[in-house]
Nanobody
Framework: QVQLVESGGGLVQAGGSLRLSCAAS????????MGWFRQAPGKEREFVAG????????YYADSVKGRFTISRDNAKNTVYLQMSSLKPEDTAVYFC???????????????WGQGTQVTVSS
């Protein structure tokens, strides 16, 4: 079973950038599709981005398309989320997740990290 630990969250001004990292242990992430989700206070968890096992294929929610980039380094067992042009509405707890199914199937992510807080000030 894979364990996931996110890092890189923090406070940033609107228009700024942050890079989140998700370090995996227990199993190699090359056997998993990987994704990032986020949850703002009082809102449901939102699927932000997903990436295939090889890293060739990606998915982005419309709300972040063109601003966020998901990537993975299977040799380092790490997944990244580069966030640029951040907006106050991006404020949320961001979760890394792993799936044994397709990277675009949000319902199949079964392994989760503890989350990292991202706060964007206006």
């Amino acid at each position: 079973q894979v364990q996931l630990v996110e890092s890189g969250g923090g406070l940033v001004q609107a228009g700024g950038s942050l890079r989140l990292s998700c370090a995996a242990s227990g199993r190699t992430i090359s056997t998993y599709a990987m994704g990032w989700f986020r949850q703002a206070p009082g809102k449901e968890r939102e699927f932000v981005a997903g990436i295939s096992r090889s890293g060739v294929s990606t998915y982005y929610a419309d709300s972040v398309k063109g601003r966020f980039t998901i990537s993975r380094d299977n040799a380092k067992n790490t997944v990244y989320l580069q966030m640029s042009s951040l907006k106050p509405e991006d404020t949320a707890v961001y979760f890394c997740a792993a799936s044994i199914s397709s990277y675009s199937n949000r319902r199949e992510y079964g392994y989760w990290g503890q989350g990292t807080q991202v706060t964007v000030s206006s």
